[in-house]
């Protein structure tokens, strides 16, 4: 019943602020200010939002990551947007995690992103699900039937999200 705070932790694409049109606080400033760091959250429509930090990957530290979010969800629960790749699995952060989602889609690149964190995935100390965005509905249970995780959800296509215009202001 609570609005959850959402938290960009990619370490080499923050998108997110890009992807709801913000410039404000970022996960490294409230990073400076601890006790404060809920002064830094804006909003994405409904949902408080923390944006990443352009070169977080440098000053990724995960227990100080784990305390920020501690305190983040203190009231409230909180959506993490880890990136990709190995180096987004931080023991620290995912230790912390109730639940992972991997996200995936129909095209090529997405699919054997998927296919290759199942090795990646197979000895996180939570519950990993599925999640299909941007396919029908056939396809994303096709897809699901070809991974080891539950399908959590499955997201159709998104005339916003699916525009091309957000890579090339990233």
Request: glycine fraction near 8%.
């Amino acid at each position: 019943g609570r609005a959850p705070v959402l938290v960009d932790l990619d370490r080499w694409a923050p998108s997110l602020g890009l992807r709801a049109g913000l410039q404000a606080a970022t996960v490294a400033d409230a990073l400076l200010r601890p006790g404060r760091e809920r002064e830094c959250l804006s909003r994405w429509s409904e949902v408080p939002f923390l944006p990443g930090a352009p070169g977080s990957r440098a000053i990724f530290e995960g227990p100080r990551l784990v305390d920020l979010l501690a305190r983040l969800g203190a009231d409230a629960p909180v959506v993490l947007d880890l990136g990709s790749g190995a180096d987004a699995l931080d023991a620290a952060v995912l230790a912390s995690v109730d639940r992972l989602c991997v996200v995936t889609g129909p095209r090529i690149a997405q699919l054997q992103a998927a296919f290759c964190a199942v090795a990646l995935l197979r000895d996180v100390p939570c519950a990993v699900g599925l999640v299909t965005v941007g396919a029908s509905e056939e396809d994303a249970e096709r897809i699901a039937s070809r991974l080891p995780w539950p399908q959590l959800a499955a997201i159709p296509a998104d005339p916003y999200l699916a525009a091309d215009d957000l890579g090339a202001r990233a």
